[in-house]
């Protein structure tokens, strides 16, 4: 390679990010809530040589609403855990991360923390988590614990407090995560037959995390994953969770529409408290990708035309070739961007655009691998495997 | 889909009760040696997958998880005789889906620090990418030691476990069955992806939960997945009755067997059930060896490895209430009575009246003139089968006969490799004698059980 390296992770839903893409000729609808469906994706991605996907998930049906159930019968509903299902692509798999979302909210933080562990260990370091808030009173109805106020776009100005309060609850749920998975040291299991003992406990450490949602003792039951501490990931839109992300998170997603707007929100990352390694910053995108510019934007019109809307979306929307498409991501990676999460329009027409057509490109540019140089994601993304908190306790 | 029963050779007329097995991973008590040198990972994904594959290629019912929410305590320190640490058994089984495809895969998953909506999801995503194979061992935990790892905390009371444990149940699989089984239609032209009132909405008010909403989740292959239940209380098996497929019991005696298979498959009727509906599975621990003799010395190694001298004293001490470390585990049981206010243990099953056990244990170490050590071995996990591949067949075969079970759960004493002699050796006997399936005549954990699909037949 010749220019500093991008990276590239591939965003799966359903059948892509348009609405309609399950009714393009090439969607599988039917086979969606299969394991070889989400097998030959992954699959796909791992041949592009990408360095992750993440899995979209949510404790609630998706809508199109903010909040609640929209009735509408016209559009893919239903997903699957999405961390078992990352799970279940471990072993069909042997380079590329696993990044399933997994909510913070109504969750219990010792059960995210030790199934994303052990993703990581059935995955041999390729696990990585996307931490999410759910803020919908929708969602918390399915749990009966909490009652939430009704989210819609005109009053969300007067639930800054509420979404806050699930982002710091957020932040204090990574925060137990990291700690459990250091709660083992990694030589903490010694098998010393002459002593009797499986494990040194001096080596196994209580974590006494007390938040203002939950408390958690610890240790972990899991020892500790292969890669220390897997890849925490978060969408960041704006102020407060993009705080969440620089104080929580190894690498966030942001969603910047032109190159002026992804160097403000690199400036305004960059401006953020922040301890350890720095923030690795990817922005998401969706694509439609074709041979050339006219038959992609053609073919998101004539999606737009079934889903009876102009698709929108929280993230800039590209349709044209992967030539463009890689100039594009080198002009805006000179304001910081170090890597893209892509979004295919539509699973897998886009998805190979991207695995075939922009890696290609890419890598005529110099920007991108040849061979996956890693078989741990944070060997990917060039992160460090941390020592853990208490290693050097014990050492000295 | 029913498996077949096909008549056994050689005896027209007669056809023999058929055998169900399951494989259990090795655990985090003592039944687990790690002291072998043949003892591996308990952790790497290679050790389940060899484990679950043996099990598969034994043509085996499913695989087995346990789960422990918080590392076991001793004297208030981390119990660090046993194996410990192990992974999320859903996870774990979920990647086992990729790497088998007929084995059952079932999961123990706490229903008291788990919310019915997000666990129900779980399940049927497992039973999702297994094709029809996922199981669910319900257990349920009182203690507030496990509840301080968990938002929901502490303590339940003892008298609401069972309670919870029901509601939680009938809640799942009412989100189970609330998309209708063609729900989804992925038509899309004119673009109907689901069908009118294919999801239905849950509106549960109960002692324990109350949830409003929809699932997120076309119903699963097999309806509803497996629900295993362990549990020896008349609560215990009255909840076993009412709610499982399987129950995970203790082995005892063909006696004990015989008369905990007729009282719980009795309670069936009263809940519309019929005795084949739910399978009785004990535990069971075995040596194997090519003669009587060495499969008896066999057995006495493995206690050996089982009972290394500090777990012989770290078991008196939680008889005792007490310290003991000052005692040789070759040495004789001490003079001093126990300690009844003592507390030694946190996070696994308590001794109930020590100083009855104490009486016992001393009497019988005086007689047979044994050291703390051989006591332990003597009073603890002797295994359930023990002898030739033909006399373990015989014996298994002889239990499912006489009614005292439908088959067992086994619990190889070594990770991964502990079912490979069973599987080698054992299960070819109990195929040639037609009591066991020689391949699989199903694809779901609902089909090797032989068990209905729930909804399928109304």
Same mark, same amino acid.
């Given at each position: 390679m010749t220019g500093a390296p991008l990276h590239l992770a591939v965003a799966l839903d359903a059948a892509g990010w #348009?609405?309609?893409?399950?009714?393009?000729?090439?969607?599988?609808p039917r086979e969606l809530f299969t394991a070889g469906y989400w097998a030959k994706l992954v699959g796909e991605a791992e041949r592009g040589l990408i360095d992750f996907v993440t899995i979209e998930d949510a404790l609630g049906l998706q809508s199109s609403?903010?909040? &609640?159930?929209?009735?509408?019968?016209d559009l893919v509903r239903g997903r699957f855990d999405a961390v078992l299902l990352a799970a279940r692509l471990a072993p069909l798999t042997s380079a590329i991360g696993l990044v399933p979302t997994a909510t913070t909210? #109504?969750?219990e933080p010792f059960h995210v923390a030790i199934g994303i562990a052990t993703l990581d260990h059935v995955s041999g370091g390729r696990a990585g988590w996307r931490a999410q808030v759910s803020a919908r009173a929708s969602d918390a109805a399915h749990f009966g614990r909490r009652t939430f106020p009704e989210v819609t776009p005109e009053t969300i100005g007067e639930h800054q407090g509420h979404i806050a309060g699930l982002l710091a609850e957020a932040a204090d749920a990574v925060e137990v995560a990291r700690r459990l998975w250091d709660s083992?040291?990694?030589?903490?299991?010694?098998?010393d037959v002459a002593t009797g003992r499986?494990?040194?406990?001096?080596r196994l450490h209580y974590i006494d995390f007390t938040g203002s949602r939950f408390s958690v003792k610890g %240790?972990?039951?899991? %020892?500790?994953p292969p890669q220390g501490q897997p890849v925490v990931t978060a969408l960041a839109h704006a102020r407060p969770a993009q705080e969440f992300a620089a104080g929580s998170a190894d690498v966030v997603y942001v969603t910047p529409h032109d190159r002026e707007q992804a160097r403000s929100v690199v400036a305004e990352l960059r401006s953020l408290p922040r301890a350890g390694e720095p923030l690795k910053i990817f922005a998401d995108l969706v694509v439609f990708l074709d041979g050339d510019t006219g038959r992609a934007v053609e073919r998101r019109t004539r999606l737009d035309e079934l889903d009876g809307a102009e698709f929108a979306s929280d993230a800039a929307v590209f349709a044209g070739t992967a030539e463009d498409l890689a100039d594009l991501l080198l002009d805006w990676a000179?304001?910081?961007?170090? &890597?893209y999460r892509l979004r295919p329009g539509v699973v897998p027409h886009d998805l190979k655009g991207i695995t075939r057509g922009l890696t290609s490109a890419l890598r005529r540019r110099g920007v991108?691998?040849?061979?996956?140089?890693?078989?741990t994601l944070r060997g990917l993304l060039g992160l460090p495997r941390p020592a853990g908190r208490h290693r050097r306790a014990s050492t000295s | 889909m029913i498996a077949s029963t096909d008549p056994p050779p050689g005896r027209p007329g007669h056809v023999p009760r058929r055998i169900h097995l399951a494989a259990h $991973?090795?655990?985090?008590?003592?039944?687990?040696?790690?002291?072998?040198?043949?003892s591996g990972s308990q952790i790497d994904f290679a050790s389940f997958q060899h484990l679950a594959r043996t099990a598969e290629r034994g043509k085996f019912d499913f695989f087995f998880l346990a789960e422990g929410l918080r590392l076991r305590e001793l004297k208030g320190r981390i119990h660090d005789l046993d194996v410990v640490g192990r992974p999320e058994a859903l996870t774990v089984l979920a990647a086992l889906a990729a790497v088998t495809e007929r084995l059952g895969l079932a999961g123990t998953v706490n229903a008291t620090f788990n919310e019915p909506y997000e666990l129900a999801r779980r399940l049927a995503t497992v039973d999702h990418l297994s094709d029809g194979r996922a199981a669910w061992n319900v257990v349920t935990t009182s203690d507030a030691f496990t509840g301080e790892? $968990?938002?929901?905390?502490g303590y339940l009371d003892r008298a609401d476990r069972y309670t919870r444990a029901a509601e939680f149940v009938r809640l799942a699989r009412e989100l189970w069955d /609330?998309?209708?089984?063609?729900?989804?239609?992925?038509?899309?032209? @004119?673009?109907?992806?689901v069908r009118p009132d294919g999801i239905g909405t849950i509106d549960h008010q109960g002692r324990h939960f109350t949830i409003a909403g929809q699932f997120t989740? @076309?119903? /699963?292959?097999?309806?509803h997945p497996v629900i295993i239940q362990a549990g020896d209380s008349d609560e215990g098996r009255e909840f076993a009755a009412a709610t499982a497929d399987v129950v995970f019991s203790r082995h005892g005696t063909l006696d004990e067997g015989r008369a905990f298979y007729a009282d719980v498959k009795g309670r069936l009727a009263r809940h519309g059930?019929?005795?084949?509906?739910l399978k009785i599975m004990p535990a069971a621990t075995f040596a194997l060896g090519d003669t009587e003799e060495e499969a008896a010395e066999n057995a006495a190694e493995i206690r050996r490895h089982q009972v290394s001298p500090q777990t012989a004293i770290a078991y008196l001490e939680q008889v005792w209430?007490?310290?003991? /470390?000052?005692?040789? @585990?070759?040495g004789p049981l001490p003079d001093i009575e126990p300690d009844t206010d003592g507390e030694v243990s946190q996070g696994r099953v308590r001794l109930d009246d020590r100083l009855a056990i104490a009486a016992k244990w001393r009497a019988l170490a005086e007689e047979r003139r044994l050291s703390i050590r051989e006591l332990v071995i003597e009073v603890?996990?002797?295994? /359930?089968f023990v002898g030739t591949p033909e006399t373990v067949a015989g014996r298994i075969d002889a239990f499912v006969q006489a009614a005292a079970a439908d088959g067992f759960i086994l619990v190889p004493h070594?990770? @991964?490799?502990?079912?490979d002699d069973f599987v080698d050796r054992v299960v070819p006997i109990l195929q040639e004698r037609g009591v $066991?399936?020689?391949?699989?005549?199903?694809?779901t954990l609902r089909d090797h059980l032989g068990l209905a699909v729930p909804g399928a037949a109304a």
């Open positions: #348009h609405p309609a893409a399950w009714r393009d000729p090439v969607a599988r609403r903010p909040d &609640g159930p929209d009735g509408r019968l909210t #109504h969750t083992w040291e990694d030589d903490a299991e010694i098998r499986f494990v040194d406990r001096d %240790p972990s039951i899991t %020892p500790r000179q304001t910081g961007i170090q &890597g991108f691998r040849d061979a996956y140089e890693a078989d | $991973f090795p655990g985090v008590n003592n039944t687990t040696v790690w002291t072998d040198p043949r790892n $968990f938002r929901r905390g /609330s998309w209708q089984p063609d729900a989804i239609a992925a038509n899309p032209e @004119p673009g109907v992806f989740l @076309p119903r /699963s292959p097999q309806g059930r019929e005795p084949d509906d209430g007490r310290d003991m /470390s000052a005692y040789d @585990p070759e603890t996990g002797r295994q /359930s070594l990770t @991964p490799g502990g079912l $066991f399936r020689a391949e699989y005549t199903g694809t």
